[in-house]
């Protein structure tokens, strides 16, 4: 079972979008997933078709009442997909976590109790607070989705600090475990130039598959669907379901 984070203290960047696509792309190739959203937005959870106050159970419940992941779980639409949703409780959750033993380590030792998904798929908040400290600490590797333009480097240059000192602190086996290009526009200087300095900084862990802007993608959320299901022909679900297949052949 392969635990990733989707991961960046910058809102804007695709990283929800990222964490939709990819697990529903990853169901749809064969593999059983579970979506865990940390996220208070809860927009992963809307984004695959739960409606978020009809979830009789929440990432929420999971973290601070004691509620397993099975009973939080509830299977999404879609082929090889569950998910844990998250709800507005979530957002006192960092307050909560405070004054809990062990606060950084609660999801992981809810996960400890997780068996027979191929991935799970975390969606932290675009922060670098509890939740995504919780995910940091379960998680084998984090994904990070970056957005083609100059503060994007600056902010992943944190953001690997940020993984560096989880590693040393909480979980040594947490590692990088790739980049994802998003509204990548080939036509763009920015975009060829923020590309190439990406890809100079960590070759062996940046995905060849960029994902273009694409009117689809911002569409399908709305919908209640992974773009997979709302236009399969896109270029943004196909972009998805390659990066799927990369990480499959990537991490086994």
Known sequence: MKILAFANQ??????TTSAINVAASLGHLGKKVLLIDLDPQGNC???????KDKAPYSTYDVLLEGISISEATQKTPYQGLWCVPATMNLAGAEIGLSAVNGRESVLKKALDQVSGYDYVIMDCPPSLGLLTL????????????????????????????????????YNPELELAGVILTMYDGRLNLSLAVAAEIRKYFPDRIFRTTVPRNVRLSEAPSHGKPVLYYDKNSKGALAYLEIARELMKKRG
């Not at 959870?45 to 409606?51: F, L």
């Open 45 to 51: 959870t809307s984004g695959v078709g739960i409606d």
């Open 10 to 15: 910058k809102g804007g960047v695709g990283k």
């Open 134 to 169: 919780n995910g940091l600490c379960a998680a084998k590797g984090v994904i990070v989705p970056m957005q083609c333009e100059y503060f994007a480097l600056e902010g992943l240059s944190q953001l690997t600090y940020t993984i560096g000192l989880v590693k040393k602190m």
